[in-house]
Nanobody, 123 residues
Framework: QVQLVESGGGLVQAGGSLRLSCAAS????????MGWFRQGPGKEREFVAA????????YYADSARGRFTISRDNAKNTVYLQMNGLKPEDTAVYSC????????????????WGQGTQVTVSS
């Protein structure tokens, strides 16, 4: 069992930055692939980024690549999403999730989810 709690969301102007954190409980955090997903108003949930259990591999959606960076600290049971160059279209609720599947972009295969944190980017 893994419980996830996100933080770090907020209101930022276009071009600004935010760093999201996702704190996990449980001793098995380091065995999970961790992902970030987002759901904007009136939109489907979409994959943003994922990181392998030992941080060897990272994966990004095209919309995030080059602007967002996912990282994790297994000693702190925490995964991060550094978001730079934010755009109004990045406005969404961002959620972290944990999976043991290698199909990292499929939200249906994630076992555990946080409650989400709102990110709003003003133009």
């Amino acid at each position: 069992q893994v419980q996830l709690v996100e933080s770090g969301g907020g209101l930022v102007q276009a071009g600004g930055s935010l760093r999201l954190s996702c704190a996990a409980s449980g001793r098995t955090f380091s065995s999970y692939i961790m992902g970030w997903f987002r759901q904007g108003p009136g939109k489907e949930r979409e994959f943003v980024a994922a990181i392998s259990s030992r941080s060897i591999m990272t994966y990004y959606a095209d919309s995030a690549r080059g602007r967002f960076t996912i990282s994790r600290d297994n000693a702190k049971n925490t995964v991060y999403l550094q978001m730079n160059g934010l755009k109004p279209e990045d406005t969404a609720v961002y959620s972290c999730a944990a999976t043991q599947s290698h199909y990292y972009s499929d939200y249906n295969l994630y076992h555990y989810w946080g409650q989400g944190t709102q990110v709003t980017v003003s133009s």
